[in-house]
């Protein structure tokens, strides 16, 4: 109720105000309204007058030449100059045959005047009036700016037999609005119907004003109009005056006319915003004291709700509160420190931070509260002592905190027992996984390491077999005996690949800064004569990056994967290798590419198991094993290893590497 009060006080000055600053300005455009139709009114009508009388002189002259045709050149002329100085705008005076030709004229025959008839008289034919009244030109006497207003003569038989012209002076008609014209602002102007100005005041380019509405082919004989022009906004009067096919016009600029009421507006403003000011700043001294005695008491409640709010969170928290002064004494202490710790509620405070954290005494406090002024807020894991001296693990976040230029430090506690008892747990199992680990790879190495000796006996037994009863056996033996010694030679191999697969990370030293290019020179000459005997072409830069390796198990790495790239070539094609390296994010990322027979991507994640193969033994040798072991030296290295194929096209293979520069 007091707001719509106070609102309706402030509102009924603007009200006021503005229904004044209306009716200054109806008032201002109706007294402009009626000024400019008297005045335009006024202007036509001498006109008007003007023009008729123009007219009738023109009827006399012609007239006068029919009746006395054989009057003198000069009495002719006296004649036509006591008859226009009967009419003050009549400027020249002259009488013309059919052909153009001056039969007589008030200034003379010269050459100007000759062309000047012609061409009124070629303008009136083209019009098609009985008369016609043309645009400002200058009078061929002495070049003064005249309006030619001409009307046809006619013989016996009505046929045109000339022309007689009056020169009417436009100095004549401006003077003449001059005299009438009452508005300061006002333009005058007379012009033909189509827009093309005869006289103007102030005076103009002299442009067509067609554009205008007041000269459009539809508008009335008499109209005022609120249009704009190419200058602005502006009001305008007009009325046509026939049959002479003439438009009179007053137009006044609007922000000119209403410039005074303007003025008077701003002053009316500036007195309502004035009242308008001081009652809003009356209201509000009156507001504000209302106010604050409304918002004290809520204030109060706000305040105390959220105390409320605060103590019942700090109090509910999952960890441990404390806060303590720069002596080390506890000034504040959650209830979930005093349950925690077995205190009573509010029996902490007075304590000492050393009286429940054994890890440093009183004597500690000042240090360690620098070292809290500096770092502005600490975080490590510590031990408290709770009321019976059991210790409990927990994780401590300090911040400091300032007041009244005291510090005080806010510690959160977390309770740590179950993650420590969690992470015990975790290391213990994975210690018991690593030992478990190192007897596998050692069991594989020594067994694959003794199970070459019995199967070396049995090669060499199968051998002395085949030279000394050989010829005895037949074709089914001498069979058998080859099934025995090539089971016993891929075993061989198997039992080498396998003792390789071992080896990974079992007798290798400790990574290191090596030299990659090494590497890929020692991999190039281990296998120069299968690249020899299958026409390979192997590409690869001049330089690799430094990166965190083994020498050796990093050229059996690529040994094994451009091995591959010559056995699975394709038939019809030699091999082609292409070795890249890119690096980036702390990582070498190696690629191997080839043009060889390419794998299918259902088979992307199986190729790198242990004993997996893609073909028969009677299409490619191996054991499936090398690339088992180029996934364990990649992942030894903290890198990755995957592929991309396309079947029949080629394979590339991608690993990752740790950078030298990262360590």
């Not at 007219?55 to 009057?71: G, K, N, P, V």
């Not at 002053?267 to 005695?293: H, K, N, P, V, Y």
Request: net charge negative.
């Amino acid at each position: 109720m007091l707001a719509a009060m106070a609102s309706l006080c402030l509102l009924m000055p603007q009200v006021v105000t503005g229904y004044e600053i209306w009716r200054q300005h109806t008032s201002t455009l109706g007294l402009a309204e009626r000024n400019i139709n008297v005045l335009v009114d006024l202007m036509s009508g001498e006109v008007q007058r003007t023009l008729n009388a123009v007219d009738e002189i023109i009827d006399q002259t012609t007239l006068d030449i029919s009746t006395h045709a054989d009057r003198d050149a000069v009495e002719t002329r006296r004649v036509m100059r006591e008859r226009a100085m009967g009419v003050p705008a009549i400027f020249g005076l002259m009488v013309v045959d059919d052909k153009g030709m001056a039969l007589a004229s008030l200034h003379g025959f010269s050459p100007r005047h000759q062309s000047f008839a012609d061409r009124v008289r070629r303008e009136a034919q083209a019009s098609g009036r009985p008369f016609h009244i043309g645009r400002l030109t200058p009078d061929p006497f002495d070049g003064t700016p005249v309006i030619p207003f001409a009307r046809f003569r006619h013989d016996a038989q009505g046929e045109i037999d000339g022309l007689t012209i009056a020169s009417m002076s436009a100095r004549f008609f401006r003077e003449l609005f001059a005299q009438i014209k009452s508005l300061p602002h006002a333009t005058i102007t007379l012009a033909q119907l189509d827009g093309t100005p005869l006289v103007q005041i102030p005076e103009s380019d002299g442009s067509s004003l067609s554009p205008l509405p007041e000269f459009q082919p539809f508008a009335a004989d008499a109209g005022l109009l609120y249009g704009g022009d190419k200058d602005g906004k502006r009001i305008v009067a007009y009325r046509t005056v026939r049959p002479f096919a003439l438009r009179l016009t007053v137009a006044v600029d609007a922000d000119e006319l209403l410039a005074p009421w303007r003025s008077n507006s701003l002053r009316l403003i500036l007195a309502d915003l004035t009242i308008s000011i001081l009652l809003a700043f009356a209201m509000l001294q009156s507001w504000r004291g209302w106010r604050a005695e409304m918002t004290q008491d809520k204030t109060r409640e706000e305040e105390e709700l959220l105390l409320r709010m605060s103590r019942f969170a700090l109090n509910n928290s999952a960890d441990m509160v404390v806060w303590s002064d720069e002596q080390g004494a506890i000034t504040f202490a959650n209830l979930t420190a005093h349950q925690r710790l077995g205190y009573a509620p509010d029996a902490m405070v007075g304590l000492h931070v050393a009286d429940i954290d054994p890890a440093f005494h009183a004597a500690m406090w000042p240090e360690k509260m620098d070292e809290l002024r500096k770092a502005r807020s600490l975080r490590f894991d510590s031990t408290l002592r709770d009321r019976n001296g059991a210790v409990i693990p927990v994780e401590v976040s300090v911040s400091l905190f300032s007041w009244a230029n005291q510090d005080f430090a806010c510690a959160l506690i977390r309770d740590i027992s179950e993650r420590k008892k969690t992470e015990d747990t975790l290391a213990e199992r994975t210690r018991r996984l690593e030992a478990s680990n190192t007897e596998l790879e050692e069991f594989a190495y020594v067994a694959s390491h003794d199970l070459r000796e019995p199967l070396r006996m049995v090669n060499a037994f199968i051998g002395l077999l085949e030279r000394r009863y050989g010829p005895q056996l037949d074709d089914t033996g001498r069979e058998y005996v080859a099934f025995a010694r090539d089971g016993a030679q891929r075993m061989d191999r198997l039992i080498l690949d396998l003792l390789e697969y071992s080896r990974v990370g079992a007798e290798s030293r400790p990574l290191g800064v090596i030299d990659l290019t090494r590497s890929a020179e020692a991999a190039r000459r281990d296998l120069s004569m299968s690249l020899q005997e299958s026409g390979a072409i192997l590409e690869m830069p001049d330089e690799f990056p430094m990166v965190w390796g083994d020498q050796g198990e990093l050229t059996r790495l690529l040994v094994n994967l451009i091995g591959n790239a010559i056995k699975y070539h394709h038939p019809d094609r030699a091999p082609h290798i292409r070795i890249a390296v890119e690096t980036g994010g702390g990582l070498a990322t190696c690629r191997v590419e080839d043009n060889g027979i390419g794998i299918s991507p259902q088979y992307f994640d199986r190729i790198f198991r242990i004993f997996q193969r893609l073909h028969g033994r009677e299409s490619y040798d191996g054991t499936g094993i090398g690339l088992a072991v180029c996934k364990k030296i990649v992942e030894r290295h903290g890198g990755r290893i995957w592929l991309a194929s396309v079947p029949d096209q080629g394979t590339t293979f991608f690993f990752t590497l740790r950078l030298a520069s990262e360590f």
